[in-house]
């Protein structure tokens, strides 16, 4: 059972709008991700936390900011939308050392027209 | 950057036959993850190896890691429609790769 949670599952916006993409987990993991996915790419990392009042930009630049006020909440937020945000967005977790997996959300997919 | 390099990107086979995917990297890992991920949904872990040589199996999957820790394999023996989705590796301590995953579907 998924113990990450994101929503919406699916946004359909205008171009302009401002929106935030919640991710909450229940596992009490100190470090969470926001990985971006289009069909055919690679995830790419765009934002990461290590804990409570921690983040970090990822690899891939993003126009998204990001914070970590509780343990178990990461939301993701774009000031203004734009059709180049359209992309599937991914929330993961991971206790301890990154290099024994993550757990992942569902996923939001985000359209903006 | 540490690349992953997956192996076929697209594999379409019959109900019932053996299969085997490759992630392939220049470099060393120090640890590598399977994931397998449906449409419309997030990444699930199906394993992760640490030494190499490593093989872990998980009832028909077969996951192996290269003496090297460069190359890491997964084998399915007698596929079903089940195990259709896309198959993604993913490594590296201070920062994770993913390789672009492969696409496999099982006709029933």
């Known amino acids: 059972e998924a113990d990450i949670y994101q929503t919406p599952r699916y946004l359909v916006i205008g171009t302009g709008k401002k929106i935030t993409l919640e991710c909450s987990q229940t596992?009490?993991?100190?470090?969470m991700y926001w990985y971006q996915q289009d069909p055919g790419m690679e995830l790419h990392l765009i934002h990461y936390?290590?804990?409570?009042?921690?983040?970090e930009k990822g690899d891939l630049s993003s126009e998204s900011t990001v914070s970590r006020i509780r343990t178990e909440h990461f939301p993701l937020t774009l000031e203004s939308a734009r059709p180049s945000h359209t992309s599937q967005y991914l929330c993961?977790?991971?206790?301890?050392?990154?290099?024994?997996?993550?757990?992942f959300g569902s996923g939001t997919r985000l359209t903006v027209v | 950057t540490q690349l992953l390099e997956q192996s076929p990107q697209f594999l379409s086979i019959q109900e019932g036959e053996n299969l085997t995917v490759y992630c392939n990297s220049s470099s060393v890992f120090s640890s590598l993850q399977w994931y397998r991920q449906e449409p419309g949904e997030g990444p699930v872990l199906l394993v992760t190896?640490?030494?190499?040589?490593e093989v872990k199996k998980l009832k028909r999957l077969t996951f192996q890691f290269g003496d090297a820790r460069k190359d890491s394999s997964l084998h399915i023996t007698a596929a079903q429609p089940g195990d259709t989705g896309l198959y993604l590796c993913a490594g590296g301590y201070q920062k994770v790769t993913f390789g672009i995953g492969t696409k496999l579907q099982v006709i029933p």
């Open positions: 993961a977790s991971s206790e301890g050392d990154r290099g024994y997996g993550y757990t």
């Open positions: 190896v640490v030494t190499g040589g």
């Open positions: 936390s290590y804990g409570v009042n921690s983040t």
């Open positions: 596992m009490g993991h100190d470090k």
